[in-house]
């Protein structure tokens, strides 16, 4: 059984950092691409930052030069640091495999910026 959980989220001040952290279980992790994704309120999910199974990362202009995404095969996990954190990063945080999404969604964790 697929199973994504998500952690590391919390209120911040613009400016400052989180890291999120994403464990998942159920699938062979070392084999698919991750990615994190957001949705803030009223907006569509979009997507954040991806990692290929050979740790090539691609992220989206709006969070470039202050996230990096990061995986730990040995763990099953994928990281998301985020630095410099502006109110307009506030959202739900969700982690799934990158391109083809798994039907399963963990709970996310929530992030919340304040000016």
């Known amino acids: 059984q697929v199973q994504l959980v998500e952690s590391g989220g919390g209120l911040v001040q613009a400016g400052g950092s989180l890291r999120l952290s994403c464990a998942a279980s159920g699938v062979t992790f070392m084999y698919i691409a991750m990615a994190w994704y957001r949705q803030a309120p009223g907006k569509q999910r979009e997507l954040v930052a991806g990692?290929?199974?050979?740790?090539?990362?691609q992220y989206a202009d709006s969070v470039k030069g202050r996230f990096t995404i990061s995986r730990d095969n040995a763990k099953n996990t994928v990281y998301l640091q985020m630095n410099n954190l502006k109110p307009e990063d506030t959202a739900v945080y969700y982690c799934?495999?990158?391109?083809?999404?798994?039907?399963?969604w963990g709970q996310g964790t929530l992030v919340t910026v304040s000016s």
């Open positions: 990692i290929s199974k050979s740790a090539r990362t």
């Open positions: 799934n495999r990158w391109g083809e999404n798994l039907e399963v």
